[in-house]
Nanobody
Framework: QVQLVESGGGLVQAGNSLRLSCVAS????????MAWYRQAPGKQREMVAT???????NFADSVKGRFTIFRDNAKNTVYLQMSSLNPEDTAVYYC???????????????????WGQGTQVTVSS
């Protein structure tokens, strides 16, 4: 299995910044895409930002120019740097990763998609 553990959430005032981290561990062969999603109360989970292993990035329109995503492939870690936060950014933020993992035998690989447990980000006005 591949596990994802997020950290860095908390309470922050509007206009301030926050950085989230997510570390992947387990029987990882490769991670193709790492991403951040968020889910606000009463709303569906939405994509915030994605980054491929080659560094291609994609952002939701609502966070363009304010958030950035970067990863450390050697550490299987992805970060979400959030700036100019506003109350509409309040949500539980989830890390997602997709790639290939070693099979139980270790002689082959198989695809995986994993989610973290989520970290709460609350922005006060």
């Amino acid at each position: 299995q591949v596990q994802l553990v997020e950290s860095g959430g908390g309470l922050v005032q509007a206009g301030n910044s926050l950085r989230l981290s997510c570390v992947a561990s387990g029987r990882i062969f490769s991670i193709d895409v790492m991403a951040w999603y968020r889910q606000a109360p009463g709303k569906q989970r939405e994509m915030v930002a994605t980054i491929t292993s080659s560094g291609d990035r994609n952002f939701a329109d609502s966070v363009k120019g304010r958030f950035t995503i970067f990863r450390d492939n050697a550490k299987n870690t992805v970060y979400l740097q959030m700036s100019s936060l506003n109350p509409e950014d309040t949500a539980v933020y989830y890390c997602n990763a997709a790639g290939r993992k070693f099979s139980t035998s270790g002689y082959s690989t198989q695809p995986f998609t994993s989610w973290g447990q989520g970290t709460q980000v609350t922005v006060s006005s």
